[in-house]
Structure formats: structure tokens, C-alpha cells
């Protein structure tokens, strides 16, 4: 008789916290992943933010006009490098569809309830793992260097209980560490929704929990494809030899259409690449102690105690990782203007990484209509930290016959039984 044992392929932040959702219900659960350990590859150096006052879709109609500068080569932020890469031609045909003002609002409506779930679950997490508590819960800020970007935005967002529009003053009034922005700050929005933390820290910590609670971890254990019958997998098949499983869960962020194409579906995920450096904190008094994201020039800044990160830049580059001078510059650049004397400038830690995007913007989150036991969760784009935890509870209700506590949350395609 076939051991009741569902395989979930990734061990990234999303994979991670997916097994945890299932072990909590009493499920057999064995995480293969190709690299050495937890959250390696697209979670190793990001941002860290858990941002849900930054919860939004991409796709929108200003994104036109942004695409036609990057194409050109006038947007900092947004590089178009492989331009004649096919599956960014299928990528962005779909994300065209998607940049109407009623598709961004139902899409980003789902982004926000993903990620609000996600983090009301974070902390009771940490406490129920008893994991050191080192994310914080303290909230963000949202900085605006341009005064026109930033009463746009203020108008439309407004002051309340979770988001409090600031001027400059206090701005610098609340966070001292923002000194050496002054001259250049037009005005922010602080959110008391968002947490922060090392996400490659949060999931090593949670692999190690789950391992001491019975998961199994194959790590360096490379997919090559799976047996199938009667609409069902029976069996994954690895470079170590196959795997018999009950139930599978793809949580393999931009190699999912590798994965999946023997299967005979192919999800929209592009490998959107982001940089991010990491400077050792000197003096602690002259960097931020909130993080925050830099609306004007689409930086992200988070403080981990010992260290500061800050991450940038949108480039479609297809698959590569390199690490060209001009991008590290850029970051070097942006650290040295703001917060040259409270980091070491001349060690740091420069680091790119593919995040998992879909069209639409929310992440594809359901069972494969075509195979009664294979579910999927990837796709997070630049909120996979964000969303980790919720959906990867909102599957492991679905795949054990619960009612999701959200529903129509799901990027859509013809091949998903969307959540």
C-alpha cells in the first residue's frame, strides 16, 4: 500500500511555510529542492519587508509609459536587457491585458488580503516555533523625493488609523536615521501594517523547526519529471531516484515552467530580476531603524539590526544572474548619499535574484485541473515573504477538504482550479 505522503517541490520561504501549513494538519511531508538548504535562491537577499501598505499590482496603466521608458532606456528602476526573450513576449502580452484600472484594482485587492492575512499570521508563528524574535512589527515608511508623486498619492491614500501621511519634519522627527535624506524628502506615509525581518533567516529557522519535528529535507535533489496515471501522480522522479506520493505541491517560483512542461501546462511566471546589497551598520544612529521603500526611486531599505539592505531594480534578463558593475553602482551610489557614515562602504554584500512574477500580479494558488493531486503555490513576484504564510495556509485548507477562509485570491489561467 502507497505510504500517505504528499511531496512538496521547493524549499524556498513559500515552500518552507507550505510544509509547515500541512505538517500542522497532521500530514506526511517530504521538501525536495535542488539547492543545500531553505530559502537559497529567490529568498536569500531580499528586501525582507513584509509590505502590505505596498501590496499592489504592476500591471496598471502607468505602466505603459514606464515600459516605453525602460525600452528606451530612461527608467532607473526598469531594465528591459533580453528583449527578445519569448517568454517575456508571452509574459508581457498577458501583463498588457492586465494594465486596465479595473483589472489593477481587483488584482491588487487580492495582493492586499494575501498579504494582510499573511501578516496577522507571522508573529503568532514565531511564537508557536519558538523562533528568537527578530522581526519586527513596527510598521514602514513610504518616502516621496518628488512633491507632485507625493500629494498624488497622499490624496488618494489619506491620513487614518493604519496609514499616517508626514511632511518632511516628521518625517525626520520620527526616524532620525532619515537626516541625510532631508534635503531631497518632498513627504512619506508611515503604515503600522507591516513587519520586517531576514526572510532567509526566518525560513533556515523554520526548516530547522520542522525538521525537528519530522519533515523530510532532500536537499541538492535535482526534478527530472514525474509518473503519471489516471489523472493522478503517483510518483516524482528525481536524480536520487523516484518518490512515491499521495499529493504534490509545486512551490518552484520561476523554474515552475520547467517543471510542469512534460505535464503539459506551462505557467506564466517570468524571472523578474532584483539586486540587493548589504552593508554592515557602523554607527546605528545614522541609518533608519524602520525600513522603508523609496517611492521615487523604487528602492527598498531594511534595517536587520547589524546590517543594512537595500534593493532595487526591475530587469527582465531572462534567467541571468550576473552582477553588472553599473547596477551595483547604483546601490552603492544611492547607500553612499543617504547613509555613507553610518554603514562600512567598503565590504558589501551584492547579491541578484529572480522573484516569480505573473502577469496578473497575484501568485497562481489551486490545484492543476488535469491531475487530481497536484496543487500549485508560486508565483509571489516581489511579496513572496509577504504572502508566504497565507497562502500556504489557504492551500493546505484546500487540499484537506476545508473551506478557504479567503477565496478568489488567485492569479487565473485555463489550467488552475484557482483559490
Not at 530547522?208 to 509518473?227: N, Q, S
Not at 505557467?267 to 551598520?281: A, D, F, L, V
Amino acid at each position: 500500500m502507497q505510504q500517505d505522503r504528499t511531496i512538496v517541490i521547493g524549499a524556498g520561504a513559500v515552500g518552507i511555510m507550505t510544509a509547515r501549513a500541512l505538517m500542522l494538519r497532521g500530514k506526511t511531508v517530504t521538501v525536495i529542492d535542488r539547492l543545500s538548504g531553505p530559502a537559497e535562491f529567490c529568498s536569500r537577499g531580499n528586501a525582507g519587508l513584509m509590505a502590505v501598505g505596498h501590496a499592489k499590482a504592476w500591471a496598471e496603466p502607468a505602466a505603459l509609459p514606464a515600459m516605453m521608458r525602460a525600452l528606451m532606456g530612461r527608467e532607473p528602476s526598469v531594465k528591459i536587457s533580453k528583449l527578445l526573450d519569448p517568454a517575456l513576449w508571452r509574459w508581457g502580452m498577458e501583463f498588457l491585458t492586465q494594465c486596465t484600472s479595473r483589472a489593477n484594482a481587483a488584482n491588487t485587492r487580492k495582493l492586499q488580503r494575501l498579504a494582510r492575512m499573511s501578516r496577522d499570521m507571522l508573529l503568532p508563528a514565531e511564537t508557536a516555533m519558538g523562533l528568537p524574535g527578530e522581526t519586527r512589527h513596527d510598521g514602514a515608511l513610504y518616502l516621496f523625493q518628488d512633491k507632485a508623486q507625493f500629494q498624488s498619492y497622499a490624496a488618494k491614500i489619506g491620513s487614518g488609523q493604519e496609514i499616517e501621511v508626514l511632511d518632511p519634519s516628521a518625517l525626520i522627527e520620527l526616524e532620525p536615521g532619515l537626516a541625510g535624506m532631508r534635503d531631497r524628502l518632498a513627504g512619506g506615509l508611515r503604515s503600522h501594517i507591516d513587519s520586517v525581518g531576514d526572510c532567509h533567516l526566518f525560513s533556515a529557522r523554520t526548516g530547522a523547526w520542522l525538521d525537528r519535528e519530522g519533515i523530510a529535507f532532500r536537499y541538492d535533489t535535482k526534478v527530472t519529471g514525474f509518473t503519471c496515471k489516471n489523472h493522478r501522480i503517483s510518483a516524482v522522479e528525481t536524480d536520487a531516484g523516484p518518490m512515491e506520493c499521495t499529493d504534490v505541491v509545486l512551490a518552484t517560483g520561476v523554474e515552475t515552467p520547467d517543471v510542469t512542461r512534460n505535464l503539459g501546462f506551462v505557467p506564466n511566471i517570468y524571472p523578474i530580476k532584483g539586486y540587493s546589497g548589504t552593508w554592515r551598520i557602523t554607527d546605528p544612529g545614522a541609518v533608519p531603524q524602520l525600513p522603508f521603500v523609496d517611492e521615487t526611486e523604487l528602492l527598498a531599505v531594511s534595517n536587520f539590526g547589524d546590517r543594512l539592505r537595500v534593493t532595487a531594480i526591475a530587469e527582465f534578463a531572462g534567467r541571468d544572474l550576473s552582477l553588472p558593475e553599473k547596477r551595483i553602482t547604483f546601490l552603492k551610489e544611492y547607500v553612499q548619499r543617504n547613509f555613507g557614515t553610518g554603514v562600512d562602504p567598503d565590504h558589501p554584500e551584492i547579491w541578484s535574484g529572480l522573484r516569480p512574477t505573473t502577469p496578473a500580479g497575484p501568485p497562481y494558488l489551486g490545484r492543476v485541473r488535469a491531475y487530481d493531486n497536484l496543487w500549485i503555490n508560486a508565483g509571489h513576484g516581489q511579496l513572496g515573504w509577504t504572502m508566504s504564510l497565507g497562502s500556504a495556509e489557504l492551500l493546505a485548507q484546500a487540499m484537506m477538504g476545508e473551506t478557504p477562509v479567503l477565496n478568489g485570491v488567485s492569479a487565473t489561467a485555463k489550467w488552475l482550479a484557482a483559490l
